[in-house]
């Protein structure tokens, strides 16, 4: 949950412009639930097959979001920065299935997590 709400209203409503009170009807319901994390850098954030229980949506810092080639070697698919949040998740949510891929903070991270029950409402 945020626990301060300047820090919500501060970092987040300036990142993601709609969510707000005026635009947003569930606004004090998406606000209640939201998670704030912060993700040392070097962390895995998750791997292939891993359930989608949270949207997140990054505040700042970098992941990347990769898959493992027959070989061995990581294929990097695409990166997230600030703003950003993982279309593969959103996917994931949406059709009730699992993580396709590996995700790592390449950097220290901070994300705010909308519960994938509340997204999908």
Known sequence: MIHNENIFHSKISKLFPFINEEDFPEFDVFKNNVINSKI??????SIEGDSCGYLSFVISGVVRVY?????????????????????????????NSTFPAFSVAETDV?????????FSE
């Open 40 to 45: 040392p850098q070097g962390k895995i954030i």
């Open 67 to 95: 898959k493992i080639g027959e070989t061995g070697r990581e294929i990097t698919l695409y990166r997230l920065y600030e703003g950003d949040s993982c279309i593969l998740t959103a996917s994931c949510i949406v059709s």
């Open 110 to 118: 901070e994300v705010f997590s909308v519960p994938s029950v509340l």
